[in-house]
């Protein structure tokens, strides 16, 4: 069965660095487009960065520049470097894949994992 398990999240002062690790079971990632998405207290879940299979990469507005996504297919692993964190970056994030297609293979679940949660004091 698919599973995506994140890990890496913490409490970190404004203006730190985190990078969040995704590592998937059950299927290779390397042949599919991958997003970190993010949910805060309150708000919809957002995509914040996704990498094609050619690994093109596309950023949230409110985190170009910042943010950084990338994968190591030998691993099974989606990265999220993420830097000059700011208090409005605290929320829960996901790593998922793009489509949707892809995520009924995970079942009921749609491959959503339990997230890693950062939070960035100010």
């Known amino acids: 069965q698919v599973q995506l398990r994140e890990s890496g999240g913490g409490l970190v002062q404004a203006g730190g660095s985190l990078r969040l690790s995704c590592v998937a079971s059950?299927?290779?990632?390397?042949?599919?487009?991958m997003g970190w998405y993010r949910q805060a207290p309150g708000k919809q879940r957002e995509l914040v960065a996704s990498?094609?299979?050619?690994?093109?990469?596309t950023y949230a507005e409110s985190v170009k520049g910042r943010f950084t996504i990338s994968r190591d297919n030998t691993k099974s692993t989606l990265y999220l470097h993420m830097n000059s964190l700011k208090p409005e970056d605290t929320a829960v994030y996901y790593c998922?894949?793009?489509?949707?297609?892809?995520?009924?293979?995970?079942?009921?679940?749609?491959?959503w994992g339990q997230g890693t949660q950062v939070t960035v004091s100010s």
């Open positions: 990498i094609t299979s050619m690994d093109a990469t």
């Open positions: 059950g299927r290779i990632i390397s042949l599919n487009s």
């Open positions: 998922n894949y793009i489509s949707l297609t892809v995520r009924t293979g995970c079942g009921d679940n749609a491959c």
